[in-house]
Structures are given as structure tokens and as C-alpha cells.
């Protein structure tokens, strides 16, 4: 492929409308692409801001014939100043204004934000600050889009970082595909159309000549083609929608999220349920948090869980369609959830661990002091049960806001003919066989869904009686594993306190497919209840159950006996008889089946490879990625101040010492250029010397110029010391240059390019390859006299 060549700035009003144009609509069209990923258009505001911004810069820019340095100035300029309110109005003042947070995050985004993007479960909120994005992507791809239209005279390759930045998309996006059809057909036809209309116009590409023909005919002819072109891609767009009507992708679409998955694994996290009786035996006294504005009713949760292996009842993460789903925090979490929302203030005392305390149907958590950026990147959230889980572990002083929805308990008559509700549960292990027909039993009489489960809680709360096991109370094993509540139920008196009622109303509704769940939590007494701040103890903990009902959600359910209905003695009978029934002892343990001992080892061991490889492949995309976008804003900084060192390093090692001379003086002259001077192509040194004294106020100038000639045209070669001892001076003069200017002249100095690629700089390259040859010829004896004619090639030049 041949080099582009650059177009004439002078453009023609409809050039620069199609340029344009066509640059918003293909980048606007790649980005729409995220629509899954933020759930809605709540980025197309920062895309939009980003394609305006690119536009105006590449705009300006090719009209002042601005160059690469500049146009990358204004584009990281245009970042900070707008960043604030098009991709972080959160951070800042009256959402425009950008503050010290603001510039902060807007400074480490090209690095970081793909990577909080990629690793937070979508749909993404805007005001987690994930628009940096689409932001960044818009209005780099934007200006470098338009930028190589508007000056290159072969419009393709403005396509190639639109087709870029419509494959990135892709690969940043979900599964889901946004609008693949009308993205499709879009890009191809505004592409198609763009070519054609750039080559159309183009002066070599005229339908005729005006010269031969009258003008009218040459735009009948003119217009033919263009309708032509139109009819074509109508009906190329035509094919392609009933090709894609028809048919089916052969494979779903493989995006950095399926490799980029959060470490993190609920199993590494032992059940709370299983500290129950610590908590209400060694902290019973202890202020473990507080909580500002628990509305009066409302419960504080530590923890949901919904599986029993027959051992404990575990918080399970079961994948998105399970009751136990965890994701990375993030903002607006139930957009859509009804009841009364609030916001509770939480301090931490002497509660420790990572189940953090909630409550309601979680909309957000906002830590706040010296962990709270730890905090926030290490928690994550089961929207569908509020946990919430905090893998570095609460500790004394940590404080955070939850903003949730408290949603309305319903009364028994609104559940009357509510049935429950269709929800994925994972299924319980090791469970003992005699609650299957105890569970029967208990709901024989019951007629509705609501009925069953209050026949149940009754069974529980109203058959059985209440005791920690601690000093002073009847005894009560803990623990509630399947031997414990075997023992509970089956015992001629039911004793027990939350964690084994709760458990047991849990296993008994799950035996006749009632979706059901304990939940582990805090809840004030009844007359602290309403109280503007509540004081979690030890003696506050509680568990309970919670059952779904279709088109309701969970409701509570208290299956545990009041804390005053203890037996007076163990022969004492409780208030409501249980059905009358023979319990066999738990059964032996079953045999398990007999597996190859490798196989979940090895697969487990694979599973671990292929994911850490893709973990590892991806974080080093996305490093590369990040890294290219710097690299490629800061490389015309790194290539201008390498090719001036480069020039300065040839000129001072040249190999003759009259070379070197020579080399000081072009150096001096090209950082007087750099600051401002103009010289004139072909002018001799004095001359030089006489503009650069003037333009920049160094009269010593005029004297090394002098020297210049003497050394480089004296009848001998300077010495090595001759050579040290000039380019020092030509060091104190450029450094002079330096400290009289501005900081941003010495920035602009260093950074130009005028002594690069000015005509001064080829100038004096032919004028040293003169003076060079001019030298040797004076040096060889008789050759002046046999050639008369010879001169140096100025007067200041000659021979002292």
C-alpha cells in the first residue's frame, strides 16, 4: 500500500461536512455498542460530548495547520476540562465544575478504567465512574478520525481506527449484542457512502470534463453516478437484513468478561450461622454496630443462606439464576424495587467479620473513612438476597451508608390465594428422612400456600420451648446439623433457640417444595423498636425464615418460641401437642458413591489453568491497551526529543574536527530557531549571528560566529581542545536561551519542530557540504593559485 499523501487544507464547505459527518456517525454508531453494558443510555451523553470535542479539535487544528504535538495537547486538555461533567458529574461541583477527586480519577481512568469496567458484573452504573469509557474512546478515535480525513486525500484510512474502535467495543461489551443488525448496515453503508461520494468529488475523478462539454451535463452526469452509488448500497443493505433474518450465529460472541472473572469464591467463607451461639453466649453485653434510621419493623441482615449439606446451612453463590448470586459492589443495584427507601448510617464497634450488615433490598453502599477504597474494591453483593460480603473483614471504626428499599410486609389475607413463588433453590443434602412425613402431616390441613407455612412456624413456635443452653437454662445442644434437628423434632419436648428452629422450619418447608431460606440478622426488642438509633448486641442476634411468594417476593416467618416459654421442669409437657407420631432414629450414613479419586482433582486443576491463563491473557490486553493509549499521546514528545538528541550526538561526534565546529554552530542556530528566531535559508554565519542577536538579545553570538569561520576555514584542522572548548560555549548560550524565556516558551521550545523540518535546517546542511568542500581546497598547497577562481563563499568566510 502506498503512503497517503496529505490533502490541501483548503477544503470545500461540503468536504468538511462529509468528513465530518461521516466521522460522528461511525464512531456514534461503534460506541451504541455499550447500550448492554450500562443498561440503557445513560452514556450516550459522554459519547456525544466526546464526538463534539474530537470534532472541534481536529476541525481547528487542520484549518490552523496545527501539527501532531499540538492537536495531542488539546486532546488530553480537552480530557480534563470535560472529563468532569460528561464522565464524573458525581465528583464534581454543580457536575461540571472538576475537583482535586475529579482530576485524580480522570488522571489514572486510561489505566484503570477498563479494567473496573471488565470486572464489575454488567449492567455497569455511570456513577460508579465508568463512563470514562466511552468518554476517552469517543474523543480519541474522534480526533484522530477526522483529523486523517480531513488532511489525507485517501479517505480509507480514516476508516481504519473507526473499524478499531467498532471491534473494541465489541470486545469491552457483553454476550449480548446491542444492535448488531442496524450497527452492521449502518457502518457499511455510511463507509460505502463516504468512499464514494471523497472519490465522486475529487478533481482527477471528475465524471467530465467542463472544458469539453457545458456544465449542466457534466452534473446530469454527475448525479447519475451518485444515484447509482445510492441504488447500490440500498441494495447491498437490502441483502444484508434478509440475509441476517434467515440467519444464525453458529457461535455465541466471546467478550473479555468471559475470561475476566472476579477472585472471589463464597465457599472461602464459613456459614454465620455456625457463631450463633457465641454471639449470644460471649457478646451478649457488647455493642458489636449501631444503626441510625432502622425504620420501626425493620430487620438488620448478616447473611441469607439456602443450602444444607447436612452439616451447616451455607451462603451459596449458585450463578445468576440461583437465590444466591454475588457480583462486585456497585451503585443502583434495584432500580426497579417498590416499598419506602432509606438510608442507614452503620458504624462498626466490636463486630468483626465479612458478612456486612444491611438491610432492605440493597440500592448502595458507601463506605467512608480511611478503608473505604479497600472496602468498596473488596466487596461484593447478592442483590437478589442483600448480602453482602467484605472480603478484608469489618473492623472498629469502619462507617458506611446503605441506601435501600424497605419493602411492605403483607398480612395473611393479601397471601390468601398467592401461590408460591418459582425460584431456583439449591437442593438439600444429607437431610433426615422423617421430616419429609412430619412435614406432610403438619400441613394436612391446610388448603392454602400461606396456610402450609403458618401450619409449619406454629408446628415450630408454638410446640416447642426456648433455651440458649446456657448457665441457668435448660440444656440445648448447639450446632444444627441433621443429627440436631433429628434430635429436636423427634425428642418428646422440642428445645432449641433460633439457629435450630429456624433451620428446622427451612428443612421441613424444602421437603414439600416450598422455597424457603434461613437468614441470620439483628433486630431490636420491642421496646427499643422505632428508636432513633438501635444498639446491636450479642443479645440482639436472631435467625428466621423466609418464603417466596409469586409476585410478592420473601416474606418473614418466625418459627422460633418466645424467649419466655421455657419448661419448668423436663417432664413438663409443651402448650400445643405435636401430631402424634413414631420417629425412627436417624438412618446410618450413606455409603457415597465410589468416583476415580483424580477425576475432580484433576478437572479442578485444569478449570484453575484455563481460567488463571485467561485472567492473565486478559489483564495483559487490557495493560496493552491502556498502555498504547498513553503510548501513543506521549510518543511525539519521546520521537521529537530523540531526533534533536540524535542530531546534537552526530554533529558532536562527527568524524573531522571542522565538522564538529560546524555542528556547534547548527545546533546553536537550530535551538535559536526552536525559540523563535527566523533565519533565512542560505545566509552566512555572520548573518545568522546578526538575527539571532537581535531576535533573542545574545550579542556573543556575533563573535563565535567568527570564530565558527576561523576554525572552519583556517588553514589547519582545530584541535580536540578548539572543539570542547566552542561547543561549551555554544552550551552556555543555549542554556542562556532557556532561563530568560517562560517555562511554557522553554515547553514550546523544546517541543518544536520548526529546526526538525523548517528549510533553514536543509539550508545549512548544503551550506556546510559548501563550506566543507570550500575548506579542503584552501588547505591543499597551490591550489588557489591554480585555480584562481575558487572564493570561500562569503566575505566573512575568508582566510585571516
Known sequence: MTAPSTASVALSPRRWILDLGATALLVVTSLVGFWPTFAGPSFLPAVIGGVLLGLAIAAVSTWRRWGILIIAGLTVAAYFVFGGALALPQTSILGFIPTLETLQKLALGPVTAWKQMLT?????????????????LALVVTTLTASLALRLSQVAWALLPAGVLLMLVIALGTPEPAFPLVQGLVFAVVSMAWLALRQLWAPQNMAVSVSEVDPSRAAHMR????????????????????????????????????????????????????????????????????????????????????????????????????SSAFAPLRSSMAPDAEGVPVTLKIEIDEYRGVWVPTAGTLSAIRFSGDDAEQLRRGTFVNTVTGTAVATSGLTE??????????????????????????????????????LTSLAAETVSG??????????????????????HGLEGEVLSRAGHTAERISTLVGAEQMIGD??????????????????ARVVLGYYPDEEQAGDALFTATGDNVHAWVEVNFEGIGWVTFNPTPPEDQVPNDQNTKPRVDPKPQVL????????????????PDDRESEDESLNLAGIIGAILLIGGISLGVIALLASPFIVIGAWKAAKRRSRRAAERTSDRISGGWDELTDRAIDYGARLAPGGTR???????????????????????????????????????????????????????????KRIKARLSMRSLVG??????????????????????????????????????SETP
Open 223 to 322: 448525479t447519475r453516478r451518485l444515484l447509482a452509488g445510492v441504488a447500490v448500497l440500498a441494495v447491498a443493505g437490502g441483502a444484508g437484513i434478509a440475509t441476517s433474518a434467515v440467519a444464525t450465529p453458529a457461535q455465541p460472541r466471546h467478550v473479555f468478561r468471559d475470561v475476566i472473572i472476579p477472585p472471589f469464591d463464597i465457599r472461602d467463607y464459613p456459614s454465620p450461622l455456625q457463631a450463633f451461639r457465641k454471639n449470644v453466649r460471649d457478646q451478649a453485653e457488647d455493642t458489636l454496630f449501631t444503626v441510625q434510621g432502622l425504620p420501626k419493623g425493620a430487620r438488620i441482615r448478616t447473611a441469607v443462606m439456602d443450602q444444607f449439606d447436612g452439616m451447616v446451612y451455607n451462603v451459596t453463590d449458585g450463578g445468576p439464576t440461583s
Open 498 to 515: 433460633d439457629e435450630q428452629y429456624a433451620v428446622a422450619m427451612a428443612l421441613l418447608a424444602g421437603q414439600i417444595d416450598i422455597p
Open 397 to 434: 471504626g469502619d462507617q458506611y451508608a446503605v441506601d435501600a428499599v424497605m419493602p411492605s410486609e403483607p398480612d395473611d389475607e393479601r397471601l390468601a390465594e398467592v401461590p408460591f413463588g418459582s425460584v431456583a433453590m439449591p437442593k438439600p443434602s444429607n437431610v433426615p428422612e422423617e
Open 584 to 599: 425412627q432414629p436417624p438412618p446410618p450414613p450413606q455409603e457415597p458413591v465410589d468416583l476415580p479419586p483424580t477425576l
Open 759 to 796: 528549510g533553514s535546517a536543509i539550508s545549512n546542511g548544503f551550506q556546510n557540504l559548501k563550506e566543507a568542500a570550500t575548506a579542503r581546497v584552501r588547505r591543499e598547497p597551490g591550489t588557489i593559485e591554480s585555480n584562481p577562481g575558487t572564493t570561500p563563499p562569503s566575505s566573512e
Open 120 to 136: 464489575t458484573v454488567a449492567p455497569v452504573a455511570a456513577a460508579d465512574g465508568h463512563l470514562i469509557v466511552p468518554f476517552l
Open 446 to 467: 391446610a388448603e392454602t400456600p400461606i396456610e402450609q407455612v403458618r401450619a409449619l412456624e406454629n408446628f415450630l413456635s408454638e410446640g416447642g420451648f426456648f433455651s
Open 686 to 744: 555572520i548573518e545568522e549571528a546578526s538575527v539571532v542577536a537581535s531576535a533573542l538579545t545574545v550579542p556573543q553570538v556575533t563573535a563565535l560566529a567568527e570564530r565558527a569561520d576561523a576554525d572552519v576555514f583556517g588553514p589547519s584542522e582545530p584541535t580536540p581542545q578548539d572543539v570542547e572548548t566552542f561547543w561549551h560555549e555554544v552550551d552556555e548560550i543555549v542554556g542562556g536561551l532557556g532561563k530568560e524565556a517562560g517555562f511554557w
